[in-house]
């Protein structure tokens, strides 16, 4: 991180909570899917406590990547890897230094169905259901896990014919929603948030898959921003934490 930027980010996190600016501005954040409704309750504290306002996209972790090489207009970059990140920064559309983790992700395998399954291994090595959903594997990090967890199985191959793949997380978790999937491999944030029955839930051990480190990072369309600089740190308060860890994910 560039010596200017690592100044205003150390003195953003001591004044974010009770100080606002001179002047408001807006941040532009792409955001991982998984970590829509985590979002949402952080933005409003943001800007009561900073005065900046935020514009917010969400998606899978790849496509909103494909956007930002394309020249889309994000001055953050909040996703569910530290893969796309990193690359950010290797391809010069990010400031070196400025990513870290902000959330670690739990994956679950979820129905609306209440006591569908009992032994959530056995239900998957059985195959008794007609649909499974995941989210893509190679755009969304949630579905590489997904992948991983049958791979550890033993599965994989057997329930591919009944694999239906969302394009992002989100929509992963509306097909085990509306019941087009018996069941699904969502974030346990997504289930946190869930206002309908409670269905049947797996917490899958986390050594089951790779660990999920979701990394925000400031793109260098963001960087003479002061609004994309104070979320970034507003991120690493307590305030953001107690709401990120609240949705069921691990913070550093």
């Given at each position: 991180?560039?010596?200017?930027?690592?100044?205003?980010?150390?003195?953003?996190?001591?004044?974010?909570?009770?100080?606002?600016?001179?002047?408001?501005?807006?941040?532009?954040?792409?955001?991982?899917?998984?970590?829509?409704?985590?979002?949402?309750?952080?933005?409003?504290?943001?800007?009561?406590?900073?005065?900046?306002?935020?514009?917010?996209?969400?998606?899978?972790?790849?496509?909103?990547?494909?956007?930002?090489?394309?020249?889309?207009?994000?001055?953050?970059?909040l996703a569910a890897d530290t893969q796309r990140p990193i690359k950010a920064e290797e391809e010069g559309l990010a400031v070196p230094g400025s990513r870290f983790v902000y959330a670690k992700g739990r994956l679950v395998l979820w129905s609306v169905r209440p006591g569908l399954f009992h032994n959530?291994?056995?239900?998957?090595?059985?195959?008794?259901?007609?649909?499974?959903?995941?989210?893509?594997?190679?755009t969304a990090p949630y579905g590489l896990a997904a992948h991983q967890v049958m791979n550890r199985l033993g599965v994989l191959?057997?329930?591919?014919?009944?694999?239906?793949?969302?394009?992002?997380?989100?929509?992963?978790?509306?097909?085990?929603?509306?019941?087009?999937?018996?069941?699904?491999?969502?974030?346990?944030?997504?289930?946190?948030?869930?206002?309908?029955?409670?269905?049947?839930?797996?917490e899958i051990p986390p050594h089951y898959y790779a660990p999920i480190d979701q990394a925000a990072v400031l793109l260098k369309k963001g960087e003479a921003n002061p609004a994309a600089v104070a979320y970034l740190a507003f991120l690493r308060s307590d305030a953001a934490r107690r709401v990120i860890e609240r949705y069921g994910y691990g913070v550093e």
């Open positions: 991180m560039n010596r200017t930027v690592q100044i205003i980010l150390a003195i953003l996190i001591d004044i974010a909570p009770c100080h606002a600016p001179v002047k408001a501005e807006e941040v532009m954040i792409a955001v991982a899917a998984n970590f829509i409704d985590a979002s949402r309750e952080i933005a409003p504290l943001f800007e009561q406590a900073t005065g900046h306002r935020t514009r917010i996209s969400y998606g899978s972790t790849g496509k909103l990547y494909s956007q930002i090489e394309h020249g889309a207009p994000f001055e953050l970059f959530a291994e056995r239900f998957l090595k059985e195959g008794a259901f007609d649909h499974l959903a995941l989210a893509n594997p190679k191959d057997g329930l591919t014919p009944k694999l239906v793949r969302g394009e992002s997380i989100a929509q992963t978790f509306q097909f085990v929603a509306t019941g087009n999937a018996e069941a699904g491999f969502v974030a346990l944030a997504q289930i946190r948030e869930w206002e309908g029955e409670a269905g049947t839930l797996w």
